[in-house]
């Protein structure tokens, strides 16, 4: 018997080895798993963060209208793109474009609704999202992202930011909108600040308060 034990020795520290190798690579795993996730967490947090910066338009600021504006008959809005009064069918959709809007649609026999230079203030701004297909999906950190068929939603969202604004000279007077529809090059943002000036151009005029 005696001649075994140094043999069971053997064994039982080859045994007692290979159990240590195996919880070292697990532990390693596991820190490598926790280290991963980490990374991801703070990507998703900067994608995050870069998702929440937005055009500096001020509610306080001044809209000042420096040419007289005519609403189409039966329309409730007059379309700006370059600096220059447009239909919305000639409008370039994949660059920023902007729209006065009407508390009311221009009604037929009634007279002609337009908007008259001077100035209004914001009193909201509003941002939104408007899908114009189906099956798309938004996450927070990462945008938007391809539905279950397989096609890419992001290309039918238009961004929008809207001013709403007063006057107690042009109380039919609405809002300020400023829009333009996502691509697929990932540009999913909303129209910048000097994105709205170059579309309004000399037109219409955005001062800081």
Same mark, same amino acid.
């Given at each position: 018997m005696e001649t075994h034990i140094p043999n069971m020795g053997l064994n039982l520290t080859r045994l007692l080895r290979k159990?240590?190798? +195996?919880?070292?690579?697990?532990?390693?795993?596991? *820190?490598?798993?926790?280290? $991963?996730?980490? *990374?991801?967490?703070? $990507?998703?947090?900067a994608s995050l963060k870069n998702s929440m910066v937005r055009p500096a338009v001020s509610p306080a600021a001044i809209v000042q209208v420096n040419q007289q504006l005519e609403i189409p008959n039966g329309k409730a809005r007059v379309y700006i793109q370059d $600096?220059?009064? @447009? @239909?919305?069918?000639? *409008?370039? +959709?994949?660059?920023?474009?902007? /729209?006065?809007?009407?508390?009311?649609?221009?009604? /037929? $026999?009634?007279? +002609?609704?337009?908007?008259?230079p001077g100035q209004f203030k914001i009193t909201k701004v509003i941002e939104s999202e408007d899908g114009l297909g189906t099956g798309r999906t938004y996450v927070a950190s990462l945008g938007w992202i391809i539905d279950a068929k397989g096609y890419d939603r992001s290309v039918h969202v238009i961004f929008g930011v809207e001013m709403r604004l007063s006057s107690a000279d042009q109380p039919g007077v609405r809002a300020l909108i400023c829009e333009k529809r996502a691509d697929n090059l990932g540009h999913y943002n909303y129209p910048t600040l000097a994105e709205i000036k170059t579309a309004l151009g000399d037109t219409i005029e955005i001062k800081s308060p």
């Open positions: 159990q240590f190798m +195996k919880t070292s690579h697990l532990i390693i795993r596991t *820190i490598l798993a926790v280290a $991963g996730m980490a *990374i991801i967490i703070s $990507g998703c947090s $600096g220059a009064v @447009t @239909t919305w069918r000639n *409008i370039d +959709k994949w660059s920023t474009y902007c /729209s006065v809007l009407m508390q009311q649609k221009h009604a /037929s $026999g009634e007279p +002609k609704l337009s908007v008259l």
